[in-house]
């Protein structure tokens, strides 16, 4: 495997960017998904929004947004799509008629079962060789990066 990230592990971990990582993980689990996905049409963020909505309960849009860290108009653009295929519905809140609610249809419940295995296998791929004890370091040390993140951006407002 000849890949210059790779290469790059053999550094001080402090020279080494954390972002770059992140985001090269990101990056090949995005190319892993989009590949899996090309029987459903089916891209990877409207995929992770599938699987965050539930059968019966209406979301809030702006919720989906900050749980995925998306922009509105990729979101926009997602819905709109999952919508026009009939996974998912979308009306007016009630309650402050800018914004939206959504949940899935019968349709997304579908599909939602569908790609579940496509989750379930790649996370087994990335997580190969880590024990309990391990995953459990691994999830607290990405949590910690993840509020240092928030933490980080909140303070430079």
Known sequence: MNNLLIDDMARDPRSRSIG????AISRYSRMYLTSELKDYD?????LYLIHSLSGGDW????DLIVKHGVDKAVMTRSLGK???DGCIEKMPDP????????????NGVVLRRQTKEILNTFNEKV????????LK?????????LINSIRALEEDR
Do not use: C, H, W
């Not at 089916?42 to 409207?46: A, H, K, R, S, T």
């Open 82 to 84: 999952l919508v026009e």
């Open 20 to 23: 770059r990582i992140i985001t």
């Open 137 to 145: 370091q691994l999830y607290g040390y990405l949590d910690r990066l």
């Open 59 to 62: 979301i809030k849009q702006e």
């Open 42 to 46: 089916l891209m990877v963020i409207p």
């Open 95 to 106: 309650k402050d008629r800018r914004a939206s609610l959504v949940r899935l249809t019968d």
């Open 127 to 134: 997580l190969e060789g880590f024990n309990e004890m391990e």
